[in-house]
């Protein structure tokens, strides 16, 4: 967690250092409906690879933890915890995903 509270700040700045350059770097402005799902996806797929990255590192870390516990009641405990927090974060995230293509063609379907 100590990884965590010092990664965090750092992630932040970056994203927000990023995010001119993101705004800022489009020759014209919007002009169509599609253009604005364009920019939409291309972000949502940005945040969608950032989360993925995430769950992995939180996965690692709880692999890690569980198996420097030696034998630790109390640091297996957290391990496991958290190990079924990043599994359940990677399940929402899928959802997630996988629930804005049926929205799509249920929208499209009755249009």
């Known amino acids: 967690m100590q990884i965590l509270k010092k990664l965090a700040p750092i992630l932040t700045i970056a994203l927000l250092g990023i995010t001119p350059f993101v705004a800022f770097g489009q020759e014209t402005f919007i002009s169509t409906i599609g253009e604005v799902t364009g920019i939409l996806n291309f972000v949502l797929n940005f945040l969608r690879t950032v989360f993925f990255i995430l769950a992995a590192v939180f996965l ?45 063609s249920l929208l499209r379907s009755r249009a």
């Open 60 to 104: 690692i870390l709880a692999a890690f933890k569980y198996l420097t516990a030696q034998g630790d009641e109390e640091k297996i405990k957290g391990a496991k915890t958290m190990l079924i927090y990043s599994i359940i974060a990677v399940a929402v995230a899928l959802l997630a995903t996988s629930v804005i293509p049926v929205i799509e």
